[in-house]
């Protein structure tokens, strides 16, 4: 499975609707192209960008060439945002954790001084 053409085919707001309608049932083509206002030719391009990403199956009977969801690469991408949110989530903490523990440095010799101009001072 190829993120990058997932992502790509993700991207845009025809595409995302094309695989919504598909994820309710198999269609023909021209029953997805009839809610757009573009043409079929444009849905057509919009079906092969999906069908690169593996996100839309065609199965042809006759003249008629029915669309079906494959979520497959969805649940990859999801996986991998999953990964990738762990993995930033974690760096985060990390950095957080170390700003902290600078901040509480910080205060301490601020505190210090305080302390030891108070002892200077008659």
Same mark, same amino acid.
């Given at each position: 499975?190829?993120?990058?053409?997932?992502?790509?085919?993700?991207?845009?707001?025809?595409?995302?609707? &094309?695989?919504?309608?598909?994820? @309710? #049932?198999?269609? +023909?083509?021209?029953?997805?192209?009839?809610?757009?206002?573009? *043409? !079929?030719?444009?849905?057509?391009?919009? &079906?092969?960008?999906?069908?690169? @990403? #593996?996100?839309? +199956?065609?199965?042809?009977?006759?003249?008629?060439?029915?669309? *079906? !969801?494959?979520?497959?690469?969805?649940?990859?991408?999801a996986?991998w945002?999953?990964?990738?949110r762990?993995?930033?989530?974690?760096r985060?903490?990390?950095?957080?954790?170390?700003?902290?523990?600078?901040?509480a440095?910080e205060?301490?010799?601020k505190?210090?001084?305080?302390?030891?101009?108070?002892?200077?001072?008659?």
């Open positions: 499975m190829d993120l990058d053409d997932t992502l790509i085919a993700l991207a845009d707001e025809t595409r995302r609707d &094309i695989l919504k309608r598909l994820a @309710a #049932g198999d269609a +023909r083509v021209t029953e997805i192209a009839a809610p757009f206002d573009i *043409s !079929l030719n444009s849905v057509s391009k919009h &079906i092969r960008i999906l069908e690169r @990403a #593996g996100l839309v +199956r065609r199965r042809v009977e006759g003249r008629d060439h029915f669309l *079906s !969801l494959d979520p497959k690469p969805l649940d990859y991408a996986a945002m999953q990964r990738e762990m993995a930033w989530t974690a985060l903490d990390r950095l957080e954790a170390a700003l902290r523990a600078e901040d440095i205060a301490a010799r505190s210090s001084r305080k302390s030891n101009k108070r002892r200077r001072t008659p």
